[in-house]
C-alpha cells in the first residue's frame, strides 16, 4: 500500500534550523499535491505548507518566509526546511499526500517530533 514516511525531526534552540524529509512509496507522485502538516499538543492539526506538482507553494502566514517546502519528482520525495524556528513551531510534522482530483489529503504518515527550546 501507499507509504509516507517522515524523517529529520529532533530537538533544536529558537533560532535554529531543521529539514524534514518524506520519502513516498507505491504513490503515483505526479499526481498528487504533496504537503506538511502539524499539530501541537491540544490543537488542531494545522496546514504548514504544500506544493503543487508543477512546484507552486502555499504557506500560511505563521511560517511564512522561514518554512521552505520542495519536492523531488524523480525521487519521489518532499522536504521541509525550517529556519528560524521559534518555540511556537513545537509539534509532530505530518507529510501529505492529496490527489490533484480531492479537497483533502488522501494519504498521511506517521509524524514525527519537532521540539524547539526557547
Known amino acids: 500500500q501507499v507509504q509516507l514516511v517522515e524523517s529529520g525531526g529532533g530537538l533544536v534552540q529558537a533560532g535554529g534550523s531543521l529539514r524534514l524529509s518524506c520519502a513516498t512509496s507505491?504513490?503515483?507522485?505526479?499526481?498528487?499535491?504533496m504537503g506538511w502538516y502539524r499539530q501541537a499538543p491540544g490543537k488542531q492539526r494545522e496546514l504548514v505548507a504544500t506544493i503543487t506538482r508543477s512546484g507552486y507553494t502555499n504557506y500560511p502566514d505563521s511560517v511564512k518566509g522561514r518554512f521552505t517546502i520542495s519536492r523531488d519528482n524523480a525521487k519521489n520525495t518532499v522536504d521541509l526546511q525550517m529556519n528560524s524556528l521559534k518555540a511556537e513551531d513545537t509539534a509532530v510534522y505530518y507529510c501529505?499526500?492529496?490527489?490533484?482530483?480531492?479537497?483533502?489529503?488522501?494519504?498521511w504518515g506517521q509524524g514525527t517530533q519537532v521540539t524547539v527550546s526557547s
Open positions: 501529505a499526500a492529496q490527489h490533484i482530483t480531492t479537497r483533502a489529503p488522501n494519504y
Open positions: 507505491r504513490l503515483s507522485f505526479s499526481s498528487y499535491t
